[in-house]
């Protein structure tokens, strides 16, 4: 029954699903019949219902289309469906009009090119095929003369108009996204020198609002220091009935004066940056002197700011300075030509004690915004390590963390064994992460091998340069990163591996985010040594010290737990059961130190020759269990004549001569032999006393069993 219903949902869907196809497809029937010929004077009431009809479809279509999300996969197949059903619509119309020889048949390629241009890929070339398949048909049934000259050129036009189309649509998209990208750079370019130039704690690294949330913090703060900075200005400009008003700083990477903010009533002000010893300007904001001049001629070339000369009679400038240093200028001009006097000189050095509260506001809020970033990622991170059980689920967290505090385009984690003196890539996620993950490699002169060596982050500056600096190893360098920071994993003094992130830009963190990366790197650090000596005691709590197989108790909570898996899907599942013959005359003759040998080495071979699903443990002394999951009493018994053969094989070299031993082997399956573990265990074990009473070095079974 619940097979019925699923098949009539499915054939359900799939109707509706092809719904616009199929009406699409009658009324092309219609058109192939040639019900809209004869002109508009023999259109009738019947015409008329097909175009309602078709008009009702098209928009319950348009309607579906328009409610489906755009990554949908249906969202293909209603553009396939439009598509089809304005091809057939635009054919009846010129068929109204004459035919496929009639002056309105260019509406087809119109129509074309634009399906081409606008249906999602590949349905564009679809409708393109379905409209050349159209024209034919309509040649072959509809028109008094099958004209195939014409259908062939016809078909070449619509290829021609739906791959221009295409193309050209492609490129104009492809060349605003450019243009997008160009002005989004120039914008983030913008953010960062003015970050620079204010002084903000950290400059913005280039990296998108969606991947660096720093982004926001600094733009925020830009626009509050020059809502305040034009604040200022303009009421300077209002009060002391100024020409024009400009606030210039220096730019400490470039040197040059750049304007950050101005009021003016001039259509003549530059764009800059300027020369720092220029005139006058200059010499505020290069020698720190406040500069006053009267009587200035016209198209006086002391003003920087000006393109073309000023057109000012008088001039004011005072130096902007901070921590001793002068750091801009904020000038001031008249037109009228009334000269400056010492109190407005006065006012100007209160407004720029007013611009630089602003800015330092600014940048305590930023500093401030960016800890508490900081310190909830750090929380985050925190509370996702500590529930951290695993190695990958500490590796994980620590990843996403650095990701939050430092976006990259590649990040991994390696491991360093002090014994062997050898570095592994334990995870590595982002660009390039394939060539690195698994990666091994001795002490070497990388950045790693020395960042381990020395206990301290590397590179100094966080500039990587693939063709002096090795990361790993030369073969697995990341050549297209271009930014790069490696922290020491240190526990107790000693490092234990590296937290490394990459990007592909330069200079991609701030030097403050490095503090805050150190801390993530001993929390990790701590993380994974807590979770290495979790995976250490679960191994100790689980394993046989000698042998490496699991121990009983462990063995017993798998037995029980495959046999509720094998009994709720029905599949078999096999016990073995072995020991080895005369063990105690081994441990009399040989000592205890060559028994526990000979035992090592069992569990070696049965470790050696089971499948990989197969779990081995030693049960007790030197008796071994073997549990094998979707195995019957002939499979497992295959695997037992192979570990009896293999024991027997088995040659030791002790001090009184070569030892041999044999083993006897019990088997015994589920369902058909026991229902329960305790049962099967019961089983198994009366098959192995069976094959030890049958004369030992034997495999039995619950058949040999008296």
Sequence with gaps: MSTLVHAALTLRKTARASFGLAAAAAFLGLVLLGVFRGGPEALGLEHGAVGVAWLAIFGARAMRRARTREEATETRWLDLELGALLLVAAHAGVQIAGGLGSSVYPVVYVLVAFLASFARPPMGTALVLVAIAIEAALTALTEARADWRQLSLHGVFILLFGALNVVFTRAEIARVRERSKKALDEEKAKVRDESRLFRLVGAASGASESTNPEEKIYRSSLE?????????????????????????????????????????????????????????????????????????????????????????????????????????????????????????????????????????????????????????????????????????????????????????????????????????????????????????????????????????????????????QV?????????????????????????????????????????????????????????MSNAQAVRRLE?????????????????????????????????????????IDHFKAVNDTYGHDVGDVVIKELGAILLREKRDTDIVARFGGEEFCVLCEETDTPGAVILAERVREVVGDTVFTTELGKLSVKASIGVASFPGDAKTPADLFKITDQALYAAK?????????SRDVP
């Design 693 to 701: 009473r049958g004369g030992r070095n034997r495999v039995c079974t």
């Design 224 to 468: 509050q220091v020059h809502d305040a900075l034009y604040h200022v200005l303009e009421l300077l400009k209002s009060t002391l009935d100024l020409h024009t008003c400009v606030l210039l700083m220096k730019d400490e990477g470039t040197g040059k004066l750049r304007i950050v903010e101005l009021a003016t009533d001039s259509d003549e002000v530059a764009d800059g940056p300027f020369d720092p010893g220029e005139g006058a300007v200059g010499a505020v904001a290069s020698r720190g002197l406040v500069m006053r001049l009267e009587n200035l001629r016209p198209g006086y070339k002391g003003l920087c700011y000006y393109r073309d000369g000023a057109k000012v009679r008088s001039f004011l400038g005072v130096p902007v300075e901070e921590d001793g240093r002068v750091r801009g200028a904020l000038c001031a001009d008249r037109v009228s030509g009334e000269p400056f006097t010492p109190r407005e000189e006065g006012v100007l050095a209160r407004a720029i004690a007013q611009v630089m509260r602003a800015i330092e506001n600014e940048r305590v809020f930023v500093q401030l915004e960016r800890s508490k970033r900081e310190q909830t990622y750090l929380h985050r991170a925190s509370t996702a390590l500590g529930a951290a059980l695993t190695e990958d689920q500490v590796i994980d967290a620590a990843l996403a963390a650095a990701a939050d505090l430092a976006p990259y385009d590649f990040a991994a984690i390696t491991l360093y064994d002090t014994a062997t003196h050898k570095h592994s890539v334990r995870k590595a996620v982002g660009e390039g992460a394939d060539r690195v993950l698994g990666l091994t490699f001795r002490d070497n002169t990388s950045l790693t091998a020395m960042a381990v060596k020395n206990r301290h982050y590397l590179p100094y500056r966080g500039e990587l340069d693939p063709k002096q």
């Design 539 to 579: 191994e100790m709590a689980t394993t046989d010290g000698l042998t490496g197989c699991l121990n009983k108790r462990a063995f017993m909570d798998e037995l029980e737990r495959k046999l509720t898996s094998a009994a709720r899907f029905g599949r078999p599942l096999s016990l073995l059961v072995t020991d």
């Design 471 to 527: 990361v790993y190893t030369k073969r697995a360098n990341l050549t297209a990163m271009r930014s790069l920071l490696i922290f020491p994993l240190i526990v107790r003094e000693d490092a234990i591996g590296t937290l490394a992130i990459a990007a592909r830009r330069p200079g991609a963190w701030s030097p403050a985010v490095r503090p805050t990366l150190s801390v993530l790197a001993n929390q990790l650090a701590v993380a």
